[in-house]
Each structure stands twice: as structure tokens, then as C-alpha cells.
């Protein structure tokens, strides 16, 4: 009987272990994939379109507290964006490393609504991964939603790293180089 004991204990290890790295796989996927949906949105906006930050009260000298910014890294535009940017994870499959056997998580459909010209065998597409990707998602926007406008709000080089790797801890370094090498 000891033994059975040993093992059901070494079995739950293992599922435990293989349970996180599932999880770790999802959420680093879902960063990564959200970090490549807000870049792709903000580069769309007109660099010249600004909005107007500040205060509209009049100051005692008659003057106004306003600055025009530009919109397409406001604090109003990057949380429009956050309110919706999940919905585009149905636009996604998941693919195993063959190398690491890690599940990595790519775009599908082309940014106009076409199939995209990807190679997709190998990529598994249904809606339990886009449901999925989708939930996690969210949460992710909902427990970092400071840290994203933080980021976004100014121009940042490797903002996959720095944000997902670095700040949220959400992948790990090897998960990171096997979805840069992809």
C-alpha cells in the first residue's frame, strides 16, 4: 500500500506540473498575442490625429490646462482598445513546438477578415482555444490593465518582452525565445 501512496503522489506531481505549464503556455500566448493586436491598432491611427488632455476650467489668468496629445497612444484610446482587443483572439489557433512540445499561439485570419497566407498545418483551430485564449485574455487586461496603458502610452521597443516576460512574469525566458524563433 505505501507504494500506490508514492505513486498517486508522483502522478499528481506530474499533472500538476504539466496543469501550470498548460496555464503558462495560455497566458504567455494571450500577452503575446495582445501586446501584437494593440501595436497593430495604434500603428493604424494617423500619427497627426491628437485629442485634448487636461483641464477645461479657466484659470484665474483666463487661460485653459489643455494639451493636445496625440490619440492614438491616449489613456482614452488605449482603454477603447483594451475593451475590446480580446474579441480578436478568435483570429488565433494554437500550435505545438515541435522542439519543446510548448503550445504557442498564432494569428489565423489576416488583419482585412481573409484566411491568412500562413502555413496553418499543425495550427489546431476551434473554439474551445479561441474561447479559451479569449478568457485569458481578460483576465489579463483586467489584473495589468495599469501596466498596458503604462506601456502603451509611450513608443517602447520589445514590448513583448519587457511586458510579458519582464513585468507580468506570465512567460518564462525559453517560452520567449520559442515563440521569437517561430
Known sequence: MKGWGLLAL????????AWARRSQDLHCGACRALV????????????????QMGSFRINPDGSQSVVEVPYARSEAHLTELLEEVCDRMKEYGEQI????HRKNYVRVVGRNGESSELDLQGIRIDSDIS????????????????ELIEFFSREADNVKDKLCSKRTDLCDHALHISHDEL
Open 10 to 17: 508522483l502522478l499528481g506531481a506530474l499533472l500538476g506540473t
Open 36 to 51: 501584437d493586436e494593440l501595436e497593430w491598432e495604434i500603428a493604424q491611427v494617423d500619427p497627426k490625429k491628437t485629442i
Open 97 to 100: 513546438d515541435p522542439s519543446t
Open 131 to 146: 474561447g479559451t485564449l479569449k478568457f485569458a485574455c481578460e483576465s489579463i487586461v483586467e489584473e495589468y490593465e495599469d
